[in-house]
């Protein structure tokens, strides 16, 4: 009888359970822009290292009010690199951790087809009596939306038609549903795999936004949670920077 085959068998499955006895769970903050990518990070992030990402959704306002106020994140993947900035200058989160994962879009997208032309002319000729954007005050695709208006000098004429979403997440849903014509997203949302989503869109120049570039930081709470420096590096290798640069980050 061959033993060699049940003992190896035993050997790896002891080996496995050894290694998930020894996971943890790190609580992450996520900017909502990111979450794409993210529902594709964590699992593959877990299978990887055992560890299991316990991932919320947000803008980086509302994060950074919680984090002040004691919530326990342990790692924050930020639309920004001022929020975690603030978050070192508090105390609240490790500086030498901080690194920039991707470099963000801004794009003009409606859910029909033809609205919105290749250089964002409709935001002057009008035709439409709604236009989404994130709550400038706490997200920063809204500011970036904000001032993209304010660089073309549309802004006033704009600001009746304007609907706030809390997130992203939900200036995209009002434009997918067509409750706005038209909305300022995240390319990320519309753009996966080489092939943008249906409709007509205009992906706004980097000179009319200040430049959008996302940090990640492990904070205080974490700094004890190998599964928090694991997702950080994780974060940098080159099955998660796949996984990025497919929906339409730069680096």
């Not at 998930?20 to 990518?37: C, I, K, M, R, Y």
């Not at 951790?97 to 963000?104: E, L, N, Q, V």
């Not at 997208?109 to 609205?115: D, H, M, Q, Y």
Request: glycine share 8%; charged share 20%.
């Amino acid at each position: 009888m061959n033993l060699r085959h049940p003992f190896s068998l035993m050997l790896a499955v002891l080996l496995s359970c050894a290694r998930f006895a020894l996971a943890d769970e790190v609580s992450v903050a996520v900017a909502a822009n990111f979450a794409g990518p993210m529902e594709k990070i964590a699992p593959a992030f877990e299978k990887a290292t055992g560890h299991k990402a316990l991932v919320a959704y947000g803008t980086v306002g509302k994060f950074y009010a919680q984090i002040k106020n004691g919530a326990p994140f342990e790692v924050l993947i930020s639309a920004d690199d001022e929020t975690p900035i603030r978050l070192e200058k508090d105390g609240l989160a490790l500086s030498l951790s901080r690194f920039t994962y991707a470099i963000g879009k801004l794009v003009l997208w409606s859910a029909k087809p033809g609205l919105v032309d290749d250089k964002g002319e409709v935001l002057k000729r009008g035709g439409f009596q709604h236009l989404a954007i994130a709550n400038p005050k706490v997200a920063v695709y809204g500011a970036a939306a904000l001032e993209t208006m304010k660089k073309l000098g549309v802004d006033a004429a704009l600001e009746p038609k304007l609907v706030f979403g809390e997130s992203i997440t939900q200036a995209y849903q009002f434009t997918a549903t067509g409750n706005a014509e038209l909305g300022f997203v995240a390319l990320s949302q519309i753009f996966k795999d080489g092939q943008y989503a249906p409709g007509s869109y205009w992906l706004v120049p980097p000179t009319l936004y200040p430049q959008i570039r996302q940090d990640a930081v492990l904070l205080v709470r974490g700094k004890s949670n190998p599964a928090a420096a694991a997702l950080l590096s994780y974060l940098k290798s080159d099955a998660a920077k796949q996984v990025i640069s497919a929906y339409g980050y730069e680096f």
